[in-house]
């Protein structure tokens, strides 16, 4: 069996020159080193001052030479490997370094910190950065990001760090900044620690007015805190969207209380129907992903679209278009937030991988992919959904296929796909999931395994009774009943599989956190 180092070797020394008579036994990483180079800067971004960003970023491209020479020293060592007669030990060596790859590597990092100069510019010279500056106090209007969650005093800009108080801390995306008398409009996502049951009843999407006092400045996002309570905006007249998805949210309402909460999540990410109790079950078994927009959520309705062309004759072209298709009018429906543009593109990827079996393409795809949304958004570097986003599509890019391949042998394929795209996304994301919660859901993969086969059926019954709900003149009501019925069952299933697996015998099991959680 060969040394991991040998390993390693053996792919910085062929990066340059693959195998073209072997595609599909190739990993083209030229742009991964590049990818998490950029990661790396934007996380740092978040947490440091910008001249310790620059220092670091200037040192990735050197470190990565000094790794990849070190690592093909040791191999050549181990191997016993004497240079060709007449040429240099050093000459071999100085060839086989991937100096395309630093190169890449060192373009991801200047760009990323030139985007997150320029943000940071825009800041610090707007109304927002005077009052930052100066520990100011803005009026601002804004939308609600994130839900409240409680904290436990001190926090920052109290000015009682010896007092123990609670609140709630949230997420704000500014529209409209004023401080001093200056007011403009803003696009920042700021962090807010507030007190009072006004703030703590805000939940995402509303639109509020408010006075914030900034704290003292520091890396990463503002953090303010609140200096009177909110007052929330009428809501706008619904858009055609909106309509669509309150028509979808009434017809399921009869169906009972699971199905109504789970339909709308699994099918286009509304989460609000789901009572406190199915939520905790979800989360003890893994399964809260399944009413998110996640890019598993996105490989799969790609991936299905796909292969129902597949199955109808068409070419490969046509299938690929059809994937893309589907996901386009998914990414409509849920709104093209942030968080599901990233999901979108980190599921097509995943889906496109395994459409069209070119891994290597895909690995390679996906490392552009995460560069360049870094490159446009680098605080989104600092948020687990990306990573774990990233995660999700590259076990499904890496493991997919495979495991679609091992399972297709014993099942169908269409429920080889089901199953081969959560198991692997969720492996691939246990070590970033003990840090968010440090306690293993012990029946998760059996948890995901068993609803695999379920959330095909409730996402395309869902949106085929969305389809039929809105219908011209309501002519799809009668026949949304059908498909309403069987997502509603496959909705029932799933909360049965939570909470029965959530109130077996050590559901979860402490983990170490930090650190130690993550390497174990």
């Known amino acids: 069996m060969r040394r991991p180092v040998e390993w390693w070797a053996g792919a910085l020394e062929h990066q340059e020159h693959r195998d073209a008579r072997a595609p599909g036994r190739t990993w083209d990483l030229r742009l991964v080193p590049a990818a998490l180079g950029a990661w790396l800067t934007g996380l740092l971004a978040a947490h440091l001052p910008p001249a310790r960003v620059a220092a670091a970023g200037a040192l990735y491209p050197a470190a990565l030479v000094l790794g990849a020479a070190l690592v093909l020293v040791v191999a050549r060592a181990l191997r016993r490997e004497e240079p060709p007669p007449g040429r240099p030990r050093a000459s071999g060596l100085w060839r086989a370094l991937p100096w395309s790859a630093v190169a890449l590597s060192a373009l991801a990092v200047t760009a990323v910190l030139l985007s997150t100069t320029a943000a940071q510019r825009e800041t610090a010279h707007g109304p927002l950065g005077a009052a930052l500056a100066g520990a100011g106090t803005v009026a601002v209007t804004a939308e609600v990001a994130e839900p409240p969650r409680r904290w436990t005093a001190p926090a920052p800009g109290t000015g009682h760090a010896d007092e123990d108080r609670t609140g709630v801390v949230l997420g704000l995306r500014l529209e409209q900044v004023t401080h001093e008398g200056r007011g403009g409009p803003a ?65 399921t309402a009869g169906l009972g209380p699971d199905a109504a909460g789970l339909l709308p999540g699994m099918t286009f990410g509304e989460r609000a129907g789901i009572g406190p109790e199915l939520d905790q ?93 870094v490159v446009v958004r680098p605080a989104l570097a600092a948020e687990y959904g990306f990573v774990l986003s990233v995660l999700a599509t590259a076990g499904i890019v890496v493991s997919g296929r495979p495991l679609t391949r091992w399972l297709g042998t014993r099942v169908p394929e269409v429920l080889a796909v089901a199953v081969a795209i959560p198991a692997a996304a969720q492996l691939w994301c246990a070590p970033v999931l003990v840090l968010l919660q440090p306690a293993v859901p012990v029946y998760s993969l059996p948890a995901n395994v068993l609803a695999a086969p379920l959330v095909p059926v409730v996402t395309v019954c869902g949106l085929a009774g969305l389809l039929l709900l809105n219908l011209p003149d309501g002519a799809g009501a009668a026949a949304a009943v059908l498909p309403l019925g069987a997502g509603a069952l496959g909705a029932r299933l799933v909360a049965g599989t939570a909470r029965a697996l959530a109130g077996a015998p050590g559901a979860l099991a402490p983990w170490p956190q930090g650190l130690p959680g993550v390497l174990l």
């Open 281 to 373: 079950a979800m989360r003890d078994t893994g399964l809260t992903h399944l009413t998110a927009v996640s890019g598993a959520n996105c490989a799969l309705v790609t991936a299905l679209a796909g292969h129902a062309a597949l199955s109808l004759g068409a070419g490969r072209r046509t299938c690929l278009a059809a994937g893309l298709g589907a996901l386009a009018a998914f990414v409509l429906l849920v709104g093209p937030d942030p968080s599901v543009l990233r999901a979108a593109v980190m599921g097509g990827l995943a889906a496109l991988s395994l459409l069209t079996g070119r891994t290597a393409v895909s690995l390679a795809t996906l490392a552009g992919a995460v560069i360049a949304l």
């Open 187 to 251: 696009d920042v996502d700021v962090t807010v620690f507030a007190d009072g049951p006004a703030w703590a009843g805000l939940v995402p999407g509303q639109r509020i007015t408010a006075v914030l006092t900034a704290g003292a400045p520091s890396p990463g996002p503002p953090v303010l805190r609140a200096a009177a309570p909110p007052a929330v905006l009428p809501a706008r007249e619904p858009g055609r969207r909106e309509q669509v998805r309150e028509r979808f949210v009434a017809g």
